[in-house]
């Protein structure tokens, strides 16, 4: 029964948090998918594929080591930065690849999603600051000027996007 499995799965309790990717998780029930990311989060591991999407958990502290620049070019400069640990930079550098690709260069979007506090403008943040890096100018203080100028946009550009998409979710009614 599927009972039986998810109990069978649980079991292995130790293994949880090895499941970098959700789809490998089987079966796969809110029950199971929720216990790898709970393993996963309780060893500071914050970051976990569901196929191509990246699920991204709030830390709630910073985790500075994580997004260092030397991070940054571990992931843009590997040739395969998949087989690295899960990461926001690796959805990063994928779409920067393909707009990149000398064949098709192709348009690309990122979507980030998630309840309100999940860590939307965190993370826009972070791919702001990745691009502003990795596709910028080699002299540091350019790098930190651009960065911040970037930044700033995708934060100004905040209440509009919201003044679209926000206002009108049943959870937030701001317009009543
Ligand atoms: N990866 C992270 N590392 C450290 N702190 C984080 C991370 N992700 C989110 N946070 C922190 O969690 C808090 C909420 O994040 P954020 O403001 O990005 O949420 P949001 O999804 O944009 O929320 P809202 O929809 O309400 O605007 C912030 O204080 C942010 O600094």
């Not at 996963?40 to 830390?59: D, E, I, M, Q, W």
């Not at 500075?64 to 550098?93: C, G, N, R, S």
């Not at 100028?149 to 995708?154: L, Y």
């Amino acid at each position: 029964s599927l009972e039986g499995e998810i109990r069978a799965f649980l079991t292995d309790e130790d293994q949880l948090h090895t499941y970098e990717d959700l789809t490998k998780v089987n079966p796969v029930t809110p029950t199971t998918v929720l216990k790898c990311l709970q393993a996963r989060y309780s060893l500071k591991v914050f970051y976990t594929h569901a196929g191509c999407t990246l699920v991204a958990l709030n830390p709630f502290q910073p985790i500075p080591d994580l997004y260092t620049l030397d991070v940054m070019k571990e992931y843009h400069y590997a040739p395969q930065p998949q087989e690295f640990k899960p990461h926001i930079f690796i959805v990063a550098e994928q779409a920067y690849r393909n707009i990149q690709g000398h064949v098709e260069p192709v348009n690309q979007s990122l979507v980030v999603s998630g309840e309100s506090g999940a860590g939307k403008t965190w993370t826009s943040r972070c791919l702001m600051k990745y691009y502003a890096t990795v596709a910028g100018s080699s002299s540091v203080l350019k790098i930190q000027d651009k960065v911040e100028r970037i930044e700033r946009r995708v934060l100004d550009s905040n209440p509009i996007m919201e003044a679209f998409g926000f206002l009108s979710k049943p959870s937030c009614n701001v317009m009543d």
